[in-house]
């Protein structure tokens, strides 16, 4: 019996106390210190107290605990071969969120199920990374130079892309056009592709521009100007630079934030979360945090690079960008690098569905970990 025949038998012959064992329970510890500091946060944001947001945090992470290490526990061929039914759920669920969706703020993105809000954009994320992974984890090189084996995956990058545009969401559209341009890179795209999708954005943009709803064009213009507005569309940005400058090196302490407590920081226990901890822990406690997650994100790559099969791999390589693209975006736009986008911080914000769907991710990356050494059925179709 070879190396690669026992191995595989092993494989096959793990029990629920084997596979526990496998799990990166420091991977687990850094999501729990995550979660932590999101409470501290909310705590704060609540003026001292933990209802509304910080008790609710905690049981839903528990919650996401327990469910992520549940999805740990599942073959990550059974995922694999489920991937394009599960995408196909999820462009079900962003065609209903658009014909009997709930309206809030002037965007009909939330559906209610089960008793909750839930995004179901947040899941589409997930699903098609999963699909992606699927389509290219036997693609050869030579066939990833084939434009028309491009073509499916594709499409299934731009159907939930439009779907998301239309609710309209152009924050979370233009995460998952990245992450999913992040899996086409790792399975072997050629650069040159990729560079001349770029200039077709570049050279549509202005087109794109005319196309934005009011609201949206006013967060861009205000990007570049956030002064010419100080009460209205700026005052968000503006308020968060005041906060995070007010923070200094170590901080104002903990529930002595000013701009938080004293309700001039817009969304303090969503968007600008990172704003409230930075003014009470300064610049020392940003770097913190930012470390912390920075850890989550290489601790998903390390997964990758461990991990023996590209579908494993591809599968690792979405989940820890898409959380990456979560953190730049809310961190970026809360410095004014980037225009508001309503995107949280994963983990710290406050936010039931948001939470659960990256719990569920991590589970998914946790699965790739557990079952890293797994050989997929030689008698699938060579692509």
């Given at each position: 019996m070879s190396f690669s025949e026992r191995r595989l038998t092993r494989e096959r012959s793990l029990d629920i106390t084997d596979k526990l064992f496998r799990i990166s329970w420091l991977f687990v510890l850094l999501l729990t210190m995550l979660a932590a500091v999101g409470y501290a946060a909310l705590y704060s944001a609540a003026g001292g107290a933990p209802e509304p947001y910080a008790a609710r945090h905690m049981l839903r992470f528990g919650f996401g605990l327990v469910l992520m290490l549940c999805i740990a526990m599942v073959d990550i061929r059974f995922i694999q071969r489920l991937s394009w039914v599960a995408w196909l759920g999820g462009v079900v669920l962003l065609v209903l969120v658009l014909t009997m969706g709930n309206v809030g703020k002037g965007a009909q993105r939330w559906i209610e199920l089960g008793g909750m809000q839930w995004q179901p954009s947040?899941?589409?994320?997930?699903?098609?990374?999963?699909?992606?992974?699927?389509?290219?984890?036997?693609?050869?090189?030579?066939?990833?130079?084939?434009?028309?084996?491009?073509?499916?995956?594709?499409?299934?990058?731009?159907?939930?892309?439009?779907?998301?545009?239309?609710?309209?969401?152009?924050?979370?559209?233009?995460?998952?056009?990245a992450v999913g341009g992040a899996v086409f890179l790792a399975?072997?795209?050629?650069?040159?592709?990729?560079?001349?999708?770029?200039?077709?954005?570049?050279?549509?943009?202005?087109?794109?521009?005319?196309?934005?709803?009011?609201?949206?064009?006013?967060?861009?213009?205000?990007?570049?100007?956030?002064?010419?507005?100080p009460l209205g569309a700026g005052y968000n940005i503006i308020q968060s630079k005041i906060a995070l400058g007010s923070g200094g090196v170590w901080g104002k302490g903990f529930l002595k934030g000013t701009q938080g407590h004293l309700n001039f920081l817009p969304e303090k226990q969503t968007d600008f979360i990172f704003t409230?901890?930075?003014?009470?822990?300064?610049?020392?406690?940003?770097?913190?945090?930012?470390?912390?997650?920075?850890?989550?994100?290489?601790?998903?790559?390390?997964?990758?690079?461990?991990?023996?099969?590209?579908?494993?791999?591809?599968?690792?390589?979405?989940?820890?960008?898409?959380?990456?693209?979560?953190?730049?975006?809310?961190?970026?736009?809360?410095?004014?690098?980037?225009?508001?986008?309503?995107?949280?911080?994963?983990?710290?914000?406050?936010?039931?569905?948001?939470?659960?769907?990256?719990?569920?991710?991590?589970?998914?990356?946790m699965s790739v970990h557990v079952h890293r050494d797994v050989e997929f059925d030689d008698r699938q179709r060579e692509l």
């Open positions: 947040e899941l589409m994320k997930l699903v098609l990374i999963l699909a992606l992974a699927s389509w290219f984890h036997r693609a050869s090189w030579e066939r990833m130079g084939n434009p028309l084996f491009l073509i499916p995956p594709l499409v299934a990058v731009v159907i939930p892309v439009g779907l998301i545009l239309k609710q309209p969401n152009l924050g979370t559209a233009v995460i998952t056009a399975a072997g795209l050629r650069w040159w592709k990729v560079l001349l999708v770029v200039g077709a954005i570049v050279v549509a943009a202005p087109i794109g521009y005319t196309q934005l709803r009011d609201y949206q064009r006013a967060r861009i213009d205000t990007f570049f100007n956030p002064e010419s507005d409230t901890l930075a003014e009470e822990f300064g610049l020392v406690g940003g770097l913190a945090l930012l470390a912390l997650l920075a850890s989550i994100v290489l601790g998903g790559m390390l997964i990758a690079l461990r991990c023996r099969h590209q579908y494993g791999r591809l599968v690792a390589l979405g989940i820890s960008m898409n959380f990456f693209m979560y953190v730049f975006v809310n961190v970026a736009m809360v410095m004014g690098a980037i225009p508001v986008g309503g995107v949280p911080l994963p983990l710290v914000s406050h936010g039931g569905s948001a939470m659960i769907m990256v719990m569920i991710g991590m589970g998914v990356l």
